[in-house]
């Protein structure tokens, strides 16, 4: 197995996605980094800002790629060729969303799902916490990764002036 991909939403990245990403990176020869574009989610970032962001954070990991996909996991690994998904677990909420998930991949496609505990720094940190505080004009520091907070935090305040 030379790919594995590691699927999410990344509304935007964060500390937690990138030490996910690092620890898979170290772990696995390639990477995937696999932005979902399903409808069924409203993001805050467009595609092509969540593209972006993640491009940047990972820019310094030579055996990580990023991209999007459409559809189903299963579907766009056999196209890529990857043998494995990677996801994160922060705490019981996880697990068992997470769990649903594996199932439903291995018994589509017998695709198996292997997961990497969150840091403790970040068990607590998630993409939806980094837009309500960014949204107020909190400091991002420390919950995306430094080379993209200023950009992160300037484009969700301006988001909450639309509304
Ligand atoms: P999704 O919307 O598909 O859950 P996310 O971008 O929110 O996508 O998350 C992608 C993966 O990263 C999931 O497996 C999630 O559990 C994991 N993850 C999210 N935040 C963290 C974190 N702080 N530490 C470790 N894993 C995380």
Known sequence: MT????????DPITCGHLDIITRAAATFPHVTVALLKNANKQPVF??????????????????????????????????????LIVRGLRSIADFECEAEQAAANRH??????????????????????????????????????????EEVRAALLDINRLR
């Open 3 to 10: 790919t594995v991909v590691y699927p999410g939403t990344f």
């Open 46 to 83: 467009t595609v092509s800002q969540r593209l972006e962001l993640i491009r940047r954070s990972v820019a310094h990991l030579s055996n990580v790629e990023v991209d999007a996909f459409t559809g189903l996991l299963v579907s766009y690994m056999r196209f890529k060729g990857a043998g």
């Open 108 to 149: 589509l496609a017998g695709v198996e799902t292997t997961f990497f505990m969150a840091s403790s720094e970040y068990s607590y940190l998630s993409s939806s916490m980094v837009r309500d505080i960014g949204s107020y004009g909190g400091a991002l520091s420390g919950m995306v990764p430094s080379c993209i907070e």
